[in-house]
């Protein structure tokens, strides 16, 4: 079975600092994983994700996550925080083989806060 | 990328009453659709599984009766909360994959408020 564990509930940054959100995943077979946000009472848009291609991932808003097989980890980073990227943040481990993504599992999520 | 649409964005029910969320991808065809429930500062969890023209598939602890989900056409499903309680008071979102089936589009989800 899939799951994800993100480690943080809360992380708070100043604005031009790095973020780092971390994230384990646990998996029988090469997973596909994925970093969601979401702004307060909105949907949830895709930041980035990984389908076994390079394990570092480049996302929008410039946000990346390395996959390490070797830690089960896919931490999201972004080398200077803004405020526009307070929100919730989701990793995400696809229950289907491969790219697939007939079930979504979400971790727990990570809630970032800018402070100015 | 792809557009999901959720409809209405917020409601406010009385008890007892039903409530329809619908679900359409405006620019592509949507193969399957999901439909997820978020609690005040929570993950989201998934509810049930559809795809076109066939039954939904309902998560563990789901009550198929009250949660109807019907995915009639390739762009469009819709939840149904029947006989609707206080307690199902929540942010509802549903995601939508295309034939690819290599990424989930969500909607901009539904905030559901039974008084």
Redesign the interface.
């Known amino acids: 079975a899939q799951s994800v564990t993100q480690l943080d509930s809360h992380v708070s940054v100043s604005e031009g600092t790095p973020v780092l959100l971390r994230c384990n995943y646990s998996s029988s077979y090469s997973p596909s994983l994925f970093w969601y946000v979401q702004h307060p009472n909105k949907g949830l848009q895709l930041l980035l994700k990984y389908t076994s291609a390079a394990t570092l991932v480049k996302g929008i808003n410039g946000f990346e996550a390395e996959f390490k097989k070797s830690e089960t980890s896919f931490h999201l980073t972004k080398p200077s925080a803004h405020m526009s990227d307070a929100a919730e943040y989701f990793c995400v481990v696809s229950g289907g083989y491969g790219g697939a993504t007939n079930k979504l599992i979400f971790g727990t999520g990570t809630l970032l806060a800018v402070q100015p | 990328?792809a557009v999901?649409s959720?409809h209405p964005s917020r409601v406010i029910c009385k008890s007892g009453t039903s409530v329809k969320i619908e679900c359409r991808s405006l620019d592509f065809q949507a193969t399957?659709m999901?439909w997820y429930r978020q609690f005040p500062k929570?993950?989201?969890m998934?509810m049930a599984?559809s795809n076109e023209g066939s039954k939904a598939t309902y998560e563990q602890g789901v009550e198929k009766d009250k949660f109807l989900i019907n995915h009639a056409s390739l762009t469009l499903s819709t939840l149904t909360v029947t006989s609707a309680h206080p307690e199902d008071s929540s942010?509802y979102?549903c995601?939508a994959?295309d034939r690819k089936?290599?990424?989930?589009?969500?909607?901009?989800?539904t905030?559901l408020t039974v008084v």
């Open positions: 990328g999901v959720q399957t999901f929570k993950s989201l998934l599984t942010f979102i995601s994959t089936n290599t990424e989930a589009f969500f909607g901009q989800g905030r």
